[in-house]
């Protein structure tokens, strides 16, 4: 099972005026302090996001593990990873680019983003204040172009603009990390394994055994390294995938109530609106109206 965010339902999520619609491509900039404040809730994008902090501190749990982005980062998040805002300053303003697949599957620099094991486990880099101007720049060209009225060339100006951000972010990872670094090790692969496993099986598996048996580990084992290593247990990371699933039907969806539990396997709406609830701290309807 994986609900996730695409560039189809993305404009509905963030209320995006549909005008701007690009295929592949969508630019948000959101401030914490404007009338459109940002959207923290936990999010998995069906494709590669970047994240660049503009102002102020985010505090986020991207792929189990915690960072702060602070302004002049860059955080890359692969295709279908999870990232969870945790805290914002007052100050906090940032611009997030999202690329479909098939916008990555154009450009050669972009598909090398996409199963980099650096990249995975170090997703956050820090820009020298030369570097912060230029990306400020290219950035704001790439909003200007991306707002502008349609155009036969749009578009390619549009990819030229990206790989040229992406190059400069992909020479900033090469020199800042010794290539003989060996990023991935036994935790590493854990998580990611364990990852793969709620993705798949969170709306039908809920033992703990279960997942353990997978990964050829103890019940006990998995427990202890999840809560030293994510600060969750398996069963709050199945609650947790869960509600992401749940939020994203809800706003990007006009799928009833009672479709959505059936969709997410809960045996009766009732059951599936107390889950919520006790999870969420408001009903299904009530999230999805922004009460």
């Given at each position: 099972?994986?609900l996730?965010?695409?560039?189809?339902?993305?404009?509905?999520?963030?209320?995006?005026?549909?005008?701007?619609?690009?295929?592949?491509?969508?630019?948000?900039?959101?401030?914490?302090?404007?009338?459109?404040?940002?959207?923290?809730?936990?999010?998995?994008?069906?494709?590669?996001?970047?994240?660049?902090?503009?102002?102020?501190?985010?505090?986020?749990?991207?792929?189990?593990?915690?960072?702060?982005?602070?302004?002049?980062?860059?955080?890359?998040?692969?295709?279908?990873?999870?990232?969870?805002?945790?805290?914002?300053?007052?100050?906090a303003?940032?611009?997030?680019?999202?690329?479909?697949?098939?916008?990555?599957?154009?450009?050669?620099?972009?598909?090398?983003?996409?199963?980099?094991?650096?990249?995975?486990?170090?997703?956050?880099?820090?820009?020298?204040?030369?570097e912060?101007?230029?990306?400020?720049?290219?950035?704001?060209?790439?909003?200007?172009?991306?707002?502008?009225?349609?155009?036969?060339?749009?578009?390619?100006?549009?990819q030229?603009?990206?790989?040229?951000?992406?190059?400069?972010?992909?020479?900033k990872?090469?020199?800042?990390?010794?290539?003989?670094?060996?990023?991935?090790?036994?935790?590493?692969?854990?998580?990611?394994?364990?990852?793969?496993?709620?993705?798949?099986?969170?709306?039908?598996?809920?033992?703990?055994?279960?997942?353990?048996?997978?990964?050829?580990?103890?019940?006990?084992?998995?427990?202890?390294?999840?809560?030293?290593?994510?600060?969750?247990?398996?069963?709050?990371?199945?609650?947790?995938?869960?509600?992401?699933?749940?939020?994203?039907?809800?706003?990007?969806?006009?799928?009833?109530?009672?479709?959505?539990?059936?969709?997410?396997?809960?045996g009766?709406?009732?059951?599936?609106?107390?889950?919520?609830?006790?999870?969420?701290?408001?009903?299904?309807?009530?999230?999805?109206?922004?009460?």
């Amino acid at each position: 099972m994986a609900l996730l965010i695409t560039l189809e339902n993305i404009h509905k999520l963030y209320s995006i005026d549909r005008s701007s619609k690009t295929e592949g491509l969508v630019i948000l900039h959101q401030s914490n302090h404007s009338e459109q404040s940002y959207n923290s809730h936990s999010r998995l994008f069906d494709g590669l996001l970047l994240a660049f902090m503009v102002k102020g501190t985010m505090k986020a749990r991207i792929h189990f593990l915690e960072y702060t982005i602070s302004a002049g980062d860059i955080a890359v998040l692969q295709p279908q990873l999870m990232i969870e805002t945790e805290e914002l300053s007052a100050d906090a303003e940032i611009v997030s680019i999202g690329l479909s697949l098939d916008f990555l599957t154009n450009l050669p620099v972009l598909r090398d983003f996409v199963m980099n094991d650096q990249i995975r486990w170090q997703p956050v880099v820090r820009l020298d204040p030369e570097e912060v101007k230029l990306q400020t720049e290219l950035v704001g060209l790439l909003q200007g172009f991306y707002n502008k009225q349609h155009s036969h060339k749009k578009m390619e100006m549009l990819q030229h603009l990206v790989a040229v951000l992406m190059c400069m972010i992909a020479e900033k990872y090469t020199g800042s990390i010794p290539k003989n670094n060996t990023v991935k090790n036994r935790t590493h692969e854990i998580i990611d394994d364990f990852y793969t496993l709620i993705s798949k099986y969170a709306h039908q598996e809920r033992s703990v055994k279960f997942y353990a048996e997978k990964l050829n580990l103890t019940p006990q084992y998995l427990t202890s390294f999840l809560k030293q290593n994510t600060g969750r247990s398996v069963l709050q990371w199945i609650d947790h995938i869960m509600i992401i699933h749940a939020k994203t039907l809800l706003k990007s969806s006009d799928l009833s109530i009672k479709q959505i539990s059936a969709e997410l396997n809960f045996g009766d709406t009732s059951l599936f609106s107390r889950f919520f609830k006790r999870i969420a701290g408001v009903s299904p309807m009530a999230y999805r109206n922004g009460v």
